[in-house]
């Protein structure tokens, strides 16, 4: 069975923000919502200081507190790993939210759906894609499901212009998701959480044989 | 890691940054549920207990209508909220929803006879089962909050097995205050095995509070700077001030005071206390619980 996942390579990553605008177009999400986005810190003191960049998205994890919590099977996790929201069955309770530790479910407010970003109505790509959503369910990234199942990558894979990411199947040991991990020392977010991500982080040197 | 040790982050202004950030999710409306649910539930349970028919029925209202109406009013979908019972093998929210239904039924099958003089044709081994399944689901109604909350791991303040508790021990009193309160409107004498009751509750709460701060402040920086907001940041007035000063010293005071003197308003004054402080520490606990920063893993 296949564990659709990533890694993300933080070496390379420069924090353009292309992945939260690439992904805001292809979800069409509404104001404020942002399935991926680049978390950014400031470190060092003055004058040797830096940023650094952390691109972060749902970590589909295997062991989902979001899925745990649910109390009407609205959130579940698909055959190849990917974490799902049904709309029809979320009832609004937030409890996902609260649950996830990477904060990274988002709820539609009553009225969201109604304004556009301009203020002034739905533009044609906002009436299209905002059909898509309900008002008073959760949303959540999707690991573009719909790309996945025709074969292509995630939108913030693609548009990535460092290629600091890659996409894959974690499961096969000898796949390139898991060298990647192995030889390069991958890492998952906050892992005292035991949720098992999908989603693992490159930083440092390639290990020596 | 210990309690002095500095904390590395501030609270993070807004998404894209790094720091740790307020739990919003749930709101004064979750809190106000949460209260009804332990108030009310722990206020039948003691009422049951002593014989107090009004403390069982007031009680029976306040979970059944008040908190049942505060989760329909959060909620995105109320509509939908029969869902919120389908997934009890994993859910402490689904479990919740069927202790309050259960809740609702022998409650009212309790109550009925009482008060409209109808005897419901329950079979032999439903007469002593109705009390017993009203208490056990009235019982659980009352910490079952502490265990929704100790479920969400993204929040380390919340993860303690001693929030149930706490739950528990803050119902039972709530539920003790208001049977107190109820029986000097009605012109009775309480008794004073509920008026002990009632103060080693207070006593109790305020050893298992201070425990359940003094472990959390040696815990990891999240659960620490919970700690910092409520004795020294944002919410210290409303922690410090109505949850310690109101709801347990004042409470304890004039509830000492209440076995010399015999006033109805005392009686009302001390309620009022205790239930401002108990209001009060479920929405600092909500509105302080903070996750966890998000920082780059280091790979070696």
């Known amino acids: 069975m296949a564990r659709l996942g990533m890694v993300i390579d933080l070496r390379r990553c420069i924090g353009c923000n292309a992945c939260t605008i690439a992904c805001k177009q292809e979800h069409g999400t509404p104001e404020d919502v942002h399935f991926a986005r680049v978390v950014t810190r400031e470190v060092g ?6 940023r650094t960049f952390l691109p972060v998205l749902c970590n589909h994890c295997a062991d989902a507190p979001c899925v745990e919590v649910c109390p009407s099977g609205a959130s579940y996790i698909r055959a190849d790993g990917i974490v799902l929201v049904d709309r029809e069955k979320c009832i609004g309770c937030r409890a996902c939210a609260v649950a996830c530790p990477y904060m990274n479910r988002h709820f539609l407010e009553r009225g969201l759906l109604r304004h556009g970003y301009n203020g002034d109505g739905l533009s044609v790509l906002e009436a299209v894609k905002f059909a898509e959503f309900e008002e008073g369910t959760m949303i959540k990234c999707n690991l573009c499901a719909h790309r996945v199942d025709q074969g292509l990558e995630p939108a913030c894979v693609v548009t990535c212009p460092t290629e600091c990411r890659f996409f894959g199947d974690l499961e096969p040991e000898a796949g390139r998701l898991q060298s990647l991990i192995r030889d390069h020392g991958g ?4 892992p005292e959480c035991n949720t098992r991500p999908s989603i693992y982080y490159l930083d440092g040197e390639p290990r020596q044989a | 890691m210990s309690a002095t040790d500095p904390l590395p982050y501030a609270i993070a202004p807004h998404r894209f940054a790094v720091g740790f950030t307020r739990q919003t999710w749930w709101n004064w409306r979750i809190g106000a549920a949460f209260f009804f649910g332990e108030i009310g539930a722990g206020l039948f349970l003691v009422s049951l207990v002593t014989g107090q028919a009004l403390g069982m029925a007031v009680g029976y209202l306040i979970v059944v209508v008040g908190k049942n109406t505060a989760h329909l009013l959060y909620l995105g979908r109320p509509a939908r909220f029969w869902r919120a019972a389908l997934r009890p093998d994993r859910s402490w929210i ?12 022998s409650g009212f099958t309790l109550l009925l006879p009482k008060f409209a003089g109808i005897e419901l044709p329950i079979a032999g081994w439903g007469q002593p089962l109705a009390p017993a399944v009203a208490a056990a689901s009235a019982l659980f109604i009352m910490f079952y909050d502490g265990l929704v909350m100790k479920a969400s791991p993204a929040i380390p303040f919340w993860n303690s097995a001693l ?6 021990t803050y119902a039972t009193l709530g539920g003790a205050t208001l049977s107190l309160m109820l029986t000097t409107l009605q012109g009775g004498m309480p008794p004073p095995a509920l008026e002990r009751l009632e103060h080693w509750l207070l006593v109790a709460n305020a050893w298992l509070l201070a425990i359940y701060i003094l472990r959390m402040s040696r815990l990891e920086p999240a659960a620490r700077q919970t700690v910092h907001l409520l004795l020294r940041g944002r919410y210290r007035r409303a922690f410090l001030g109505l949850v310690l000063l109101v709801g347990m010293v004042a409470t304890l005071l004039l509830s000492l005071a209440q076995g010399h003197v015999e006033a109805t308003a005392l009686a009302v004054v001390v309620a009022a206390c205790e239930l401002v402080g108990d209001f009060t520490l479920l929405m600092v606990l909500l509105k302080s619980g903070l996750y966890s920063p998000q920082t780059a893993p280091r790979s070696h």
Request: glycine share 8%; proline share 11%.
């Open chain 2, 94 to 105: 689904a479990r919740g929803i069927w202790a309050t239904g259960l809740f609702a039924i």
């Open chain 1, 187 to 190: 890492k998952p977010l906050l």
């Open chain 1, 45 to 50: 003191t003055y004058p040797a200081t830096r």
């Open chain 2, 163 to 168: 929030l149930p508790v706490l739950c528990l």
